[in-house]
């Protein structure tokens, strides 16, 4: 059976803590644009207003952010063979309540009724 021994070189570099910093600080924003409707400009600054000043320097452009912000948001094309809107898919807590839906059918409930009728 053959061998290969590889030499292992030390780490060159010293840990750069800023860019940590920035990476948690895009995970963030990427987090939160998925999940809420707010304007990018706002998630960006609420985003920043925490960030420390010494890393500042280590952020992308604000431009960039921003980008991401959008990149991450997922346009929802509306179904086209559904008869009812999508204000009309969720109740006011923000449940899906459409269970099924097709040409001969609907049917209206949310996960958590279901979990009840079936206890």
């Known amino acids: 059976m053959d ?12 840990p750069n803590l800023n860019k ?14 998925a999940i809420s409707e707010e304007l990018s ?5 609420s985003a920043l207003r925490s960030f420390p000043l010494h890393s500042a320097g280590s952020l992308p452009k ?5 980008r991401s912000i959008r990149r991450q948001r997922q346009i929802q094309s509306p179904d ?7 204000e009309l898919k969720k109740t006011d807590r923000g449940d899906d309540f ?9 049917v209206f409930t949310t996960r958590s009724n279901l979990s009840v009728l079936k206890n």
């Open 3 to 14: 061998s290969v021994l590889l030499e292992l070189l030390p780490h060159s570099h010293a």
């Open 20 to 33: 940590i910093l920035v990476i948690k600080l895009q995970n963030n924003i990427k987090a939160r644009a």
């Open 41 to 45: 400009s706002t998630i960006l600054h």
């Open 62 to 66: 604000s431009d960039s952010l921003t």
């Open 80 to 86: 086209e063979s559904s008869l009812l809107s999508a």
């Open 98 to 106: 459409v269970l099924h839906e097709d040409e001969k059918l609907i």
